[in-house]
Structures are given as C-alpha cells and as structure tokens.
C-alpha cells in the first residue's frame, strides 16, 4: 500500500475516533515514527505531508536527520521535519540529540534531566519534554511510577531549560486494543492532577500516548499526539 493511501485509512480513523469521543482533528498531532523503514521512505512520508518524524535510537536516526536537512536547516523549521525522540535515553547521549530533536517523549529520571539541561544551556534552548509514566506497572516499561509524579515535576524546576509539556506512556501490548483504555484513562488523570496542583505550568497540556495498535482508544480518551509506526509508514518488508 502507498503511504498516500495509508495515511488516508488512518486519517479515517482518527476522524471517526473523534466523532465518537466529541474533539475536533486539529487537538491530535500525529509522530511518524520512522524507525522501522529506509531513508528513503522516510523521504517520501516527509514529502506526502508526515512533517512530524520520530525515532527510537540517534544513530539509525542521524542518516535521515542529515539527508532531510540537518544543522543547514536547524534555524528554520520550515522545509524540514520537526524531530521526536521517543526511545529512551541514556544520558551520555543527550548531547547528541538535543538541539536536533524538538520533543523529547521519554524523559522518566532526573539524571537525564540534568543531561539534557546541560547540553540545552550550552545551546542556549528550551526542550519540550514528556514525562514518561509507567501507568501499567510492568518491569519491562520505562517511566516514573504515577506515584512520583508530583515531586519528579517538583524537582523539574531545578533544570529551567527543560519545558515539560506533558506525559507519555506505552500501554501494555494487548490483543484487544479496548484493553488499554484504563492506561489512557490514568495518564490523562494525572495530567489533569497536576494541573490542579499547579505542580507544574501552564504549558503542561499534552499526552502522548496511542501507536498503532491502539491509537483510536487513545485518542477517545485524550490523546494529544499519536506514534503511528508500521500503520502509517510500514515497517522494511513493506518497503519490498
Ligand atoms: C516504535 C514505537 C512506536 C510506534 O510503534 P507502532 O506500533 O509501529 O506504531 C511508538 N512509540 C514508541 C515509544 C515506539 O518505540
């Protein structure tokens, strides 16, 4: 399938999602995540409109961060896509992707935090980062458990380069997406909880959660940005 016409299916989908949960298409922004294909590919989701990319890991992603544009094109986010980084991170290699990539999903420890001030500052910018919560509770997730949430947005403020813009999580994998939805249900809680509590700024709206197995749950309950990988731009064997 082109990606034309696979991004016109999901497309579909969200809409239908939102119909269903009352929110209008333009609260949901949507990461192509790229880590799975070429670079070719990754050109032509670009092309066909995919303005958000997003990868797991800096050294599959650093190829395609140069050929779609690079240090050349880092002033002006026009003509080159807006980079996520949704894997996680070891703090040694914050300095080689911050400054490239905009959003940072996977933020889940202070350490990285630190990392990620200090090469912020040194560039004089701010990052735009997701807290990363473990909601479901499993040892193979990464994230912060929902109970640290509060003093983790606390201990924050120490890192002023650093913009927390909301929460992320990975729902556990699930034969039957509905299952997920008490995941959603929680992170969107406990964005809402620490809203109240001021425990964190104005700017501390969003959530990222849903991918492609899941994403339509996600998005009834709240989601304000979907990771869409092997839906929307395929995985290698796709490529052929
Ligand atoms: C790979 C990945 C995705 C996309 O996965 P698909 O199921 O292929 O959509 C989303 N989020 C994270 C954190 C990932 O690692």
């Excluded at 813009?165 to 034969?175: K, Q, R, S, V, Y």
Aim: hydrophobic share 40%.
């Amino acid at each position: 399938m082109s990606i034309q016409d696979r991004i016109q299916q999901v497309e579909r989908r969200i809409e239908a999602a939102c119909l269903r949960s009352g929110r209008s298409r333009d609260e949901i922004g949507i990461v192509a995540v790229t880590k799975y294909v070429s670079l070719e590919r990754t050109k032509e989701a670009f092309e066909n409109g995919l303005r958000q990319l997003g990868e797991n890991r800096w050294q599959d992603a650093e190829p395609k961060w140069r050929a779609l544009g690079g240090d050349e094109a880092r002033e002006e986010a026009v003509g080159r896509p807006i980079w996520h980084f949704i894997g996680s991170l070891q703090s040694r290699k914050a300095k080689d992707v911050i400054g490239k990539f905009e959003y940072i999903h996977s933020l889940d420890r202070l350490s990285l935090a630190e990392a990620i001030h200090k090469q912020a500052v040194r560039l004089g910018l701010h990052v735009s980062c997701f807290v990363q919560v473990n909601v479901s509770g499993e040892d193979s997730k990464h994230g912060i458990g929902p109970g640290e949430l509060h003093t983790f947005l606390e201990s924050l403020r120490a890192y002023p380069s650093i913009k927390p813009i909301g929460l992320m999580t990975m729902a556990p994998h699930e034969a039957e997406a509905e299952a997920t939805r008490p995941v959603f249900r929680r992170l969107r809680e406990l964005r809402d909880e620490a809203r109240a509590a001021k425990a964190a700024s104005e700017d501390f709206i969003h959530l990222s959660m849903g991918m492609s197995g899941d994403f339509e749950v996600a998005i009834e309950e709240g989601a304000t940005w979907i990771r869409l990988g092997s839906i929307l731009v395929g995985k290698e064997e796709d490529e052929q």
